[in-house]
């Protein structure tokens, strides 16, 4: 009776800090809306006082979904990252029906985020378009919003996966994703754009020899891409990857205590310079600190023109200096956004 007891007044107190979510999202008509969009549509806007809270029930969710700038502070969850998945096809090298005009890399997403303070849990995002010269870019996440948060999500596709597109401008800095505990995978560049991402504890999965990342950091930011205790795997039979090249000539990417398996190559960074893209060896930043694996090398077979880290400067890519920044003197921690 005492153990009974003891348990129902903790489930209690987990029942008080634990609350329905605002609007349930399940295909067989049993939440409040069949997809995710229409979710999305009835957030409202501009709510600075409270999260609004979304849970997307498993299942195959085959649609493009937008979260327009005027629908933040969103707490957006599944049911697991192998049970709710977001999936559309679309492609660089498809054409738009009324002006015939191709779609594009940017128009290809499966999922646009331009809101910010939004959170993400357990889904898996998916551009299920395949590969190949007729296909080109095929983008699953589109992110442009700031302070964006993946917790346990799946990033599926092919060339580039995964754009973070998110900057302010000239001179304004970049905006912010934190991407924890995730799966992200694709063959080339399948990692890219100018927005400050701070990647840990996730997988990296390469599925074709190629490059991993392909950052274009602005000018003068300080941070790029930041992966930490992640592992880079890769398909069977693949075995000549990058860890990254510059989409831009100031781009930067440091991997500390990362896992690096044997598809990474010994020289571990491409300049991209024979396809027109001058000074990168001078000017972007590719950094690496204890790293460990069979992908795992030191200064002398790495390119001359990237750096290993010391202690001290490994210090300066803790969690906290790359994404705590001070805005409207409140610091953002992405577990309150809850």
């Given at each position: 009776m005492r153990r009974t007891a003891a348990i129902l007044f903790l489930l209690s107190i987990l029942c008080t800090h634990v609350r329905a979510a605002d609007i349930t999202v399940a295909q067989d008509g049993s939440g409040d809306f069949r997809t995710v969009q229409e979710a999305i549509n009835a957030c409202p806007d501009y709510e600075h006082s409270r999260i609004t809270t979304i849970l997307i029930k498993a299942g195959t969710y085959r649609e493009r979904v937008t979260i327009p700038h005027n629908k933040f502070r969103?707490?957006?969850?599944?049911?697991?990252?192998?049970?709710?998945?977001?999936?559309?096809?679309?492609?660089?090298?498809?054409?738009?029906?009324?002006?015939?005009?191709?779609?594009?890399?940017?128009?290809?997403?499966?999922?646009?985020?331009?809101?910010?303070?939004?959170?993400?849990?357990?889904?898996?995002?998916?551009?299920?378009?395949?590969?190949?010269?007729e296909i080109g870019q095929a983008v699953a996440v589109f992110t442009d919003g700031d302070f964006l948060f993946f917790n346990r999500c799946r990033f599926i596709g092919n060339q580039d996966t995964l754009y973070t597109y998110g900057y302010w401008g000239k001179d304004r800095g970049q905006k912010r994703n934190y991407y924890k505990d995730c799966y992200i995978e694709g063959t080339t560049d399948f990692i890219f754009g100018p927005s400050?991402?701070?990647?840990?504890?996730?997988?990296?999965?390469?599925?074709?020899?190629?490059?991993?990342?392909?950052?274009?950091?602005?000018?003068?930011?300080?941070?790029?891409?930041?992966?930490?205790?992640?592992?880079?795997?890769?398909?069977?039979?693949?075995?000549?990857?990058?860890?990254?090249?510059?989409?831009?000539?100031?781009?930067?990417?440091?991997?500390?205590?990362?896992?690096?398996?044997?598809?990474?190559?010994?020289?571990?960074?491409?300049?991209?310079?024979?396809?027109?893209k001058p000074d990168t060896k001078k000017n972007s930043y590719y950094a690496e600190y204890q790293n460990y694996g069979p992908g795992a090398y030191g200064k002398k077979e790495r390119v001359k023109w990237s750096r290993q880290l010391s202690a001290r400067q490994a210090a300066e890519y803790t969690f906290e200096k790359v994404m705590f920044e001070e805005e409207d003197g409140i610091k953002w921690n992405p577990y309150d956004n809850r």
């Open positions: 969103l707490h957006i969850s599944g049911e697991g990252a192998d049970r709710t998945v977001i999936t559309w096809d679309a492609h660089a090298t498809a054409t738009w029906p009324l002006t015939g005009e191709t779609v594009g890399t940017s128009g290809s997403a499966t999922v646009y985020i331009h809101s910010s303070y939004v959170t993400f849990e357990d889904i898996c995002f998916e551009n299920s378009a395949g590969e190949g010269k400050r991402c701070y990647f840990e504890n996730c997988t990296i999965h390469s599925k074709k020899n190629s490059y991993v990342t392909a950052a274009s950091t602005p000018k003068g930011q300080k941070y790029g891409y930041v992966f930490v205790n992640c592992r880079l795997t890769a398909d069977e039979g693949v075995t000549k990857c990058y860890l990254g090249r510059p989409w831009r000539s100031w781009a930067k990417t440091v991997f500390i205590r990362c896992e690096l398996g044997s598809h990474i190559l010994p020289e571990g960074w491409h300049d991209w310079e024979k396809e027109g």
